[in-house]
């Protein structure tokens, strides 16, 4: 194995992979080196990437982070992220991963105090390489996600399933409802103006600085690769709620919901959900949908399965200036 190699440059991680992250190449989005770039660009201008690569006899992984401090560097992640983990391509079996995450986390210790890891399915392989490699390391839970296996049942069957309490919503509701629910596959200037519009009177707080111009980026890419489900609820012609999906590979991703909050009396935004579920299961035949991260009440009546999330905290023994932080947080992991 030659010595790990580091970029500081999306630009220069997009020369050396040559396409090798690319949607033709990796079927999750969130491993995606388009997907990195666009929170980098929108999300995170001010802070520097490290991106960090290693290989094994043409097995290859690579750790996106991003310094948002001197000597402190986390996950290239933010709130729009399902997950996040090291990207590894050609297929390495579990102890050449190993190897390839120990020489990554090796490198890491020459740079940094610090490292925040987030949100992680599977925190045992990495932590496992960090303590290796001479890190102490604190891992938790943190959060969860909720995912649908529709283990091949029509909306018909996944919806006798549902609570009664739900069910019954849908059904008063529907019921002479006044608004009128699309979904669109492509992406136009008035369809964006819609969900902008109905995100600025929604329950939602205000989006972060640029977070609009990254979803409207992943909206236009999706679009474009035919992936976008972007569903609306109007009310006399004006959107009143609104739904960003994704549907690729079998998956449905639910990336952001929206409604006008004058209108909770109606559940415009529930009967949009309805509608949603039903073209993904019957029309999509989708195998998964994924609600992201966040333990809302509201998912578990649409979800069947909860998965934990984890953080990995990590602090390099070398910087006496990760001591008390180091102590900090293992006190706080235990008492939870």
């Known amino acids: 194995m030659r010595a790990p190699r580091e970029y500081h440059s999306l630009k220069e991680v997009r020369q050396a992979l040559a396409g090798r992250l690319d949607r033709a190449h990796v079927p999750a989005l969130f491993d995606r080196l388009d997907w990195f770039d666009a929170l980098h660009r929108y999300c995170f201008s001010d802070g520097s990437v490290h991106v960090v690569a290693a290989d094994d006899d043409g097995a290859e992984a690579w750790l996106f982070l991003l310094s948002p401090a001197p000597r402190r560097v986390g996950s290239l992640a933010n709130w729009y992220s399902f997950s996040w983990a090291p990207v590894f391509l050609g297929a390495p079996d579990s102890a050449v991963q190993q190897r390839l995450l120990e020489a990554i986390t090796g490198t890491l210790l020459t740079h940094y105090a610090q490292i925040d890891l987030y949100p992680l399915e599977d925190s045992a392989p990495l932590a496992a390489a960090l303590r290796r490699m001479g890190w102490f390391t604190v891992q938790r839970p943190m959060g969860g996600r909720h995912l649908l296996p529709v283990e091949g049942r029509s909306f018909a069957d996944y919806w006798t399933a549902r609570p009664g309490r739900l069910r019954s919503l849908i059904r008063r509701k529907g019921r002479n409802s006044p608004y009128f629910l699309s979904i669109s596959h492509a992406l136009t ?128 023994p070398r910087f006496a200036s990760a001591w008390l932080p180091a102590a900090r947080t293992a006190i706080s992991a235990l008492v939870g």
């Open 189 to 316: 200037d008035d369809l964006w103006c819609d969900y902008v519009d109905v995100h600025a009177r929604s329950w939602k707080d205000a989006e972060p600085a640029n977070g609009l111009d990254f979803l409207h980026d992943l909206a236009e890419r999706e679009s474009a690769a035919g992936t976008l489900r972007l569903g609306f609820a109007r009310l006399d012609g004006r959107a009143v709620a609104t739904q960003f999906w994704t549907i690729e590979n079998g998956t449905a991703l639910i990336h952001k919901l929206s409604h006008d909050s004058a209108h909770d009396g109606g559940s415009p935004g529930t009967l949009l959900s309805h509608a949603m579920f039903a073209q993904a299961i019957d029309g999509d035949r989708v195998a998964l949908i994924d609600y992201g991260t966040g333990d809302n009440g509201y998912k578990t009546d649409w979800m069947e399965r909860r998965i934990p999330l984890h953080r990995i905290d990590a602090f390099n």
